[in-house]
């Protein structure tokens, strides 16, 4: 039994499909005594080829380069060849069963961590080298394909080291039951998407892709954080049976979910969904949503990747995420790029800290201004607003809104959107009051602003206990956010992954919030938690909690007197 962190509810049985993404990406296949020769083969034509693409390589860069990287090179195919190695991945493939692939990028790894540790710099060096050569090998050995495999099979439970959202976004919920993972965080965006998709998911079990054995049953519990490997025959029967039974409770919940939601003594609460996908549009009227609160419109990017959406193309998405949702409104979030490794060009040792969110539709004025003029063109169609991610200052907005402007009048449209400014980053939330007159409203994104407020990495399961969106210096944030919304005429959402939370909800709706958007499998359960709240009793909380120094303090407080 292996523990983690339970970041995405429900239970899974399944079939174990390992898949290293980070390093070195490798696939892990089990592979039997009779299929050794054939592995060696395959491994033996790929240091092959590898070895003479860099020889040739390196005959270029002598003639025009130089013969540094002649040298180099040469040295590549050198390793690429080394008996020494090759039998050390071979000895692997014997001793794990797997294949070549995941053999090769074991050894590679182990062989790199000593070189990284070493104390010269010619060694360190080498470390990069191995892994270089190691890549080669691989893409011959893969024939160029992706690492994952382009349909898994039916009752699969990905397990791996991490995944980028974009590769998480690309897994099909149908065949893929759960996900495990060695790295990955409560608010980490696989496992955002994890959550949309309903696949139970538990991260933060170093050494995961070792532990398992491919393709065997295993049983994933994402409301525990558990991951059973080698399962009895009792154990799967109970577990199955547990499957069962949170179905009946989904579907229970779903059919409560087309009544509106209100608090017990009838405080009128909107909750709209966050959406990632076109494939979910349909989740909207599915789980009786309000609208969409957020629409992270990035992923349209990262999906169309290296080429961007042009301007009819996204025009069609938020129109017919306009169609889906009406006679709701919809917020799409102009992209959210960098940040998060993975998510688009993340560069230099703290992404999240870099050239993220509106920052980089500034730096980047073509992509911004194409984006805005689709969302122009667009709300000819429907009630659509237009959400700025991971704004800091005031300038920011203001340079946006000039954006806009330009923007709606290439698009011919009379009068721009509405535009809303995220708040995530402590600096707008502590001067919301002078951004409000820029804004025309406000969406409070949990997810980052805990992660800013407490310097706490939402993707690393080492900090995760830190990870504490009720931290009460983060209620003040909120409460300085509401109020300035409150004072000005300005509306304040929530859209981060506290509002999905029980213990959230009842904290957001005491300090006053009215409006949410969560993941839309998660409404049912928002409104479960909503009827159960006492809007004057929970905002007497609130006030207490405000003054409360930690996090611990504030569930106490809610969890005692709910
Ligand atoms: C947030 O930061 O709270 C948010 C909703 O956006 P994302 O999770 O995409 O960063
Ligand atoms: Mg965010």
Redesign the pocket.
Known sequence: MLQGLPVSPGVAVGRAVIVRFGGLPAFRRAVLPDEFDAEEKRLRRASRLAAQEFRRHSGEAAGDIGAELAAILEAHGLIASDETYLEAVLERVRRDRVNAEWALAEVTRELGKRFETADSDAMRERAADIHDVAREITRHLTGGKDVLPPELPRGSILVADEISPVDASRLDPRRVRALVLERGGP?S?AT?IARSFGLPAVVGIPGVCEAVSPEKPIVVDGDRGTVETNPSKERLRRSLLRVREGRERTRRQRARTSRDATTRDGVRIVVRA?LELAEEFGALERYHAEGVG?F?SEFLYLRAAPRSPGIEEQRAVYESLLAAAAPHPVVV?TY?LG?EKGIGPARGENPALGLRGLRYCLAHPELFAAQLEALCLASREGPLSILL?MVTSLSEVQAARVELEKAARRAGVSEAPPLGV?V?VPSAALLAERLAPATDFFS??????A?YALAVDRSNPDVAPLYQPLHPSILRMLRSVIDAGRSQGRPVAV???LAADPLGIAVLVGLGIREISVTPVAIAGVKDSLWAIDSTRVRALAEKALAAAEASEVEKLFRGRL
């Open positions: 608010t965006h955002i966050n957020l992270r979030r959210d940040g991610p995220m995530e409070i994104g949990t997810n980052d602003l992660q859209c981060g992954e």
